[in-house]
């Protein structure tokens, strides 16, 4: 389980090319909205990377594990008084759903524990 899974937009989700979009149950995805997360590292912005690593940090402390699964324990108005766009909280809503559907159908136990080591290893990466 990396980072990554948690901020990252499932481009599968997003079809650029016709601009069209498949959006998953309960998740708004907006289409012409340029997501830092599907821009080459090289075509960032200094801007872009810095939303990007803000993201990270955010991510990294305020999901908690609860009963075995993954929390995020901010609400969409908290994350916006941050200054981050609101189409980023969907995003890290359903990162984590799918975790925690993944987590459940192939019984795995000890998130609590996979979690702290991977933001251990990543929180100096965000500083």
Known sequence: MTLCLLIACHTQNIRHDSGSTNRPSGMQIDSNYNYVNLIPDSLRTPEQRHLLKRLGKIVVDYVEVKNNHMVFTLSREQLLSMGIPSQYYDIIEKNIRDNNAYFDK???????????????????SFK
């Not at 795995?108 to 251990?120: H, P």
Request: neutral net charge.
């Open 106 to 124: 192939n019984r795995i136990k000890g998130v609590d524990s996979m979690w702290e080591n991977t933001r251990l290893e990543t929180k100096d």
